[in-house]
């Protein structure tokens, strides 16, 4: 599914020389290389403000934490998603209303938005699910209709690209009021750990974030609000500070081997490829298809059988989880998510994948299906 190896080795002497200087430095919490990766990261999304954290899992926790919430205020995201987007909105004491996502895209139905919002409704949670963004534009409006917050869940979409309709074009999780990324290894920007970043274009958001992620620290030994212990190490700062500047490549890389699979695969019947929107690229932090679902775990264990790893994101929407089961007391209440979650198969996707491995991958598929 992914080649992590084989994506160091190619930037080995780089990752090295900066792992090093941390090493010889040995200011390894916020040290040096974290300021800078915070700043580089602001320059490439073209954000206010970056703070980065722990994990993704954190800067989701982060964003809440700083809009000052109050316990049963609700949070609206989806049931097709990781773990993350919902749990930490439980952890919190509030209150995750879930709405379904579309058939095509598995992103945020935004039609559903509305007739989830009830007065204790205070955020908005989008999750910009495989890698593609949800239509941003659409819940920007709908969040300032009802006054609500917007917290983006960009996980999955670092460097997507979201374009209004007034031409203007904005990076993933910076169009929110905060957004969340995650650097876990297999992300698009990947640590070799945890870690995570928080984006905002508020200044007060931003140091209340940067405070909440350092114990509610206000100066040194003085606590003006309950807060997390959560930082970016700074050997990581340093390994993704190298990565960062490689990321248009692997983006390019991932662009390049959906283009194959959507030409080998475009006439091969009993499944559906991933929908282009016209708002959004599409980062392919997975290459997603949809098929029968009586065929689909056939389909996995026969590519299985051939050498072909697949995954299946995510196999359980969360409302059937049973840490979550009592946000969707009724049977089939959101139809979209639960078909997807057996028809939805992912494919090899990552930075190194070979011609060869591509040709290999799309013709046992096709004459598995043929
Ligand atoms: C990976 C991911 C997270 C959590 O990130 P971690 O760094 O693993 O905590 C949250 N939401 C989504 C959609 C993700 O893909």
Redesign the pocket.
């Known amino acids: 599914m992914v080649d992590l190896n084989g994506q160091y080795h190619k930037i080995q002497p780089e990752v090295d020389a900066a792992m090093r200087q941390v090493l010889e430095r040995s200011d390894f919490i916020h040290g040096q290389a974290v300021t800078d990766f915070e700043r580089a990261l602001a320059e490439y999304t073209r954000s206010r403000q970056v703070v980065t954290c722990a ?6 926790q982060l964003a809440l934490m700083a809009l000052d919430l109050q316990p049963g205020d609700e949070v609206i995201t989806v049931p097709f ?5 919902v749990e930490v909105i439980a952890l919190l004491g509030l209150r995750p209303v879930l709405v379904d996502v579309c058939p095509d895209t598995s992103n945020m139905d935004v039609t559903k938005i509305e007739a989830a919002i009830t007065e204790r409704t205070k955020v908005i949670l989008p ?3 495989f890698g593609q963004c949800v239509d941003m534009e659409t819940i920007l409006q709908i969040a300032r209709r009802h006054d609500l917050y917007v917290i983006e ?1 960009a ?2 979409a670092l460097g997507a690209q979201v374009t209004f309709s007034d031409g203007s074009v904005h990076q993933a999780g910076t169009m929110g009021h905060v957004g ?1 990324t ?3 290894p297999t ?1 698009n920007l990947g640590c070799y750990g ?3 970043a928080v984006f905002t274009q508020d200044d007060t958001l931003a140091a209340h974030i940067r405070s909440m992620a350092n114990h509610g620290m206000s100066q040194k030994y003085y606590y003006d609000q309950v807060g997390i212990n959560s930082r970016l190490d700074t050997l990581q700062a340093a390994v993704l500070q190298v990565k960062l500047s490689h990321l248009d490549e692997y983006i390019a890389a991932r662009q390049q081997a959906a283009r194959f699979y959507q030409e080998a695969l475009a006439d091969c019947p009993g499944m559906e490829l991933p929908s282009i929107t016209p708002f959004s690229t599409h980062t392919y ?1 997975q290459y997603t298809i949809r098929l029968a679902s009586a065929l689909r775990d056939e389909v996995k264990q026969k590519l299985a059988d051939a050498g072909i790893p697949t995954m299946v994101y995510y196999p359980c929407p969360l409302h059937q989880q049973a840490a979550y089961r009592h946000l969707a007391p009724r049977q089939e209440a959101f139809p979209v998510s639960e078909s997807l979650a057996k028809r939805v198969l992912s494919l090899p996707m990552h930075t190194e994948l070979t011609l060869e491995q591509l040709q290999y991958i799309t013709s046992t598929l096709r004459s598995i299906l043929s």
């Open positions: 994990s993704g899992t954190d800067a989701l998603t990781f773990v993350s987007t999750v910009h699910l869940d996980c999955q969340c995650s650097f876990f992300k945890d870690g995570g932090h």
